[in-house]
């Protein structure tokens, strides 16, 4: 039997806690398994790589950025498979280049294209353990590529994926829960949850798993659990909705902080709007929730955007109040996004009447309202999300 495990950069922070996983593995091993085990860099290596570059310049070239990125991982697979050969256990540490994981796009945001599993078969014959870097792969021109946010999580669901194999991530929470517990303690940790809710969830704020791997997963219908690393806690299986056997009408609440909420008033009807989302689309600002309404040959226009691209929305609103002097904006920026997820949305009625309801009743205001099929998301303070959390997670039982 193999299994692909992937452990975080928290995971794998120090020398100690290498050492934990190492135990932890060998005594999997010695029960016959083969393993296939991703690792990120440690602790918060990225981040101080990062750093190092921007001391020279704030736009360093993205592939020698690609290059510099790819060491965190490296140092980490090296290490791993150090302990577990003093240990006895016949590891190799492998590249994302020598793990066969060929990438496509450009560099800092590449998407792999294939695995060349034949490479991954050959080494399993040889060793019990494979350490492979996560986050990183090769493109055509032979160069260094990495994967982006979560690009860890990408690798290891992609070789399960290739292997048909089940994948373990382990990281510094106990599994998926119904809402964030810092912000709700009682929050209360899911036994499953299906691949669209954790798509949903990625999408809306839940930091758990990278959007792109649960995607990966459903396509490749490959199971993921979700657990702390080196507890005995139970976790979270991630996996088809029809083996997700829960099917609550809410499954969690997700929130996301730091929202900037735009109103523009007074938009001319005949191409204002392109206009505006052209200029936004020009500096990359990432527009969220979106409502529109016309009248009298006028539009009133709203959206979100993080607040750390305001900059960037400066720009281009300066932009069109010189060219559209007649429009009037207004910015609010202490806001925040509140969502609720659940798969039985789908065929249960009334959710919207009763979250309307808790809002009404706390006395919470809200900005905007977006649907999807599975989420409800909200526009509100963000001095309200802890208040407004807890009293969806009361209504719902969450």
């Given at each position: 039997?193999?299994t692909?495990l ?5 995971s794998?922070a ?6 934990a996983?190492?135990?932890y593995l060998?005594t999997?091993?010695a029960?016959?398994e083969?393993l296939v085990v ?6 918060k290596?990225t981040?101080s ?14 592939r ?5 990125l ?14 577990l050969?003093?240990?006895g ?12 994981i060929?990438t496509?796009g450009i560099?800092?945001?590449?998407k792999?294209k294939?695995?060349?599993k034949e490479v ?7 060793y019990?353990?494979?350490?492979v870097?996560g986050?990183q ?13 979560g690009?860890s ?9 290739v ?7 382990y990281t ?8 964030d517990p810092?912000?709700h ?9 299906s691949?669209?809710?954790m798509m ?12 792109r791997s ?10 993921i659990?979700?657990?702390k690393?080196?507890s005995?806690?139970?976790?979270t299986w991630?996996?088809?909705t029809?083996q997700a056997m829960?099917q609550k009408?809410?499954?969690?609440v997700?929130?996301?902080k ?5 109103s523009?008033k007074?938009?001319p ?7 505006i989302f ?7 600002v990432?527009?969220?929730?979106i409502s529109q309404?016309?009248f009298d040959?006028?539009?009133f226009l ?6 750390d691209?305001e900059?960037?929305?400066e720009?281009a609103?300066?932009?069109l109040t010189?060219?559209l ?5 207004d ?5 925040a ?5 659940g ?10 009447s009763e ?5 009404r009743e706390?006395g919470?205001?809200?900005y905007q ?5 599975i989420?409800i998301s909200y526009?509100?303070?963000e001095?309200?999300v802890?208040?407004a959390?807890a ?5 719902f039982n969450?």
């Open positions: 039997m193999t692909v992937k452990f975080g950069g928290s794998v120090t020398i100690e806690q290498i050492q996983i190492s135990d060998q999997r091993v029960t016959g083969k991703v690792v990120s860099a440690m602790g290596t981040d790589l990062l750093s190092l570059a921007k001391q020279i310049t704030d736009r360093p070239m993205i020698e950025l690609d290059r510099l790819a060491v965190g991982e490296e140092q980490t697979i090296s290490l791993l498979s150090i302990a050969n003093s240990r256990v016949p590891a190799i540490s492998l590249t994302g280049q020598q793990a066969g060929d496509m560099h800092t945001k590449s792999i294939a695995i060349r991954l078969h050959e080494k399993l014959r040889q019990d353990v494979l350490i870097a986050f792969g090769v493109n055509e021109a032979g160069d260094v590529t990495t994967l982006g946010r690009g999580d990408t690798t290891a669901v992609a070789l399960a994926a292997l048909s194999q089940r994948c373990e991530i510094d929470v106990a599994g998926v829960y119904t809402t810092r912000i303690p009682t929050a209360k940790r899911l036994d499953t949850v691949y669209d809710e949903e969830m990625s999408a809306l704020g839940s930091k758990v798993m990278e959007m649960v995607e990966l997963a459903k396509k490749y219908d490959v199971n659990f979700v657990g690393t080196l005995s806690e139970g976790g991630i996996m088809d029809a829960e009408a809410v499954t969690s997700s929130v996301v730091n929202v900037l909420s735009v523009i007074h938009i009807h005949t191409a204002g709007v392109a206009d052209e200029r936004l689309s020009e500096r990359h990432n527009i969220d929730m309404t016309a040959g006028e539009v709203s959206f979100t955007c993080p607040l691209e900059a960037f929305l720009e609103l300066a932009e010189a060219t002097p007649q429009i009037k904006i910015r609010h920026t202490e806001h996004k509140v969502s609720v997820v798969i039985g949305m789908r065929d249960a009625t009334g959710v919207a979250l309307f309801a808790t809002f706390m919470i205001p809200f309202v977006t649907t999807s099929e989420s526009t509100i303070q001095q309200d802890e208040a959390v009293a969806i997670a009361a209504r969450l």
